[in-house]
């Protein structure tokens, strides 16, 4: 996916769980200027409580 001259140029995984919360994480969204920096979006922990689980995850080409 973060492939230097990859055709994926967006993408993003959004959680859907049973009390209509969503939550979405730009995959592209690096703030940063090496592709490994992309686990800092996990850098606030977030934890989705949940029975149910839905998962999506985007991806768009150029």
Known sequence: MYEQGGDIVKGYVKYHNDD???????????????????????ADNKTINSDKLHLDIYLFKS
């Open 20 to 42: 209509e919360k969503n939550v979405e994480y730009d995959f592209y969204n690096l703030n940063g200027e090496y592709g490994h920096e992309v686990l800092k979006m996990y």
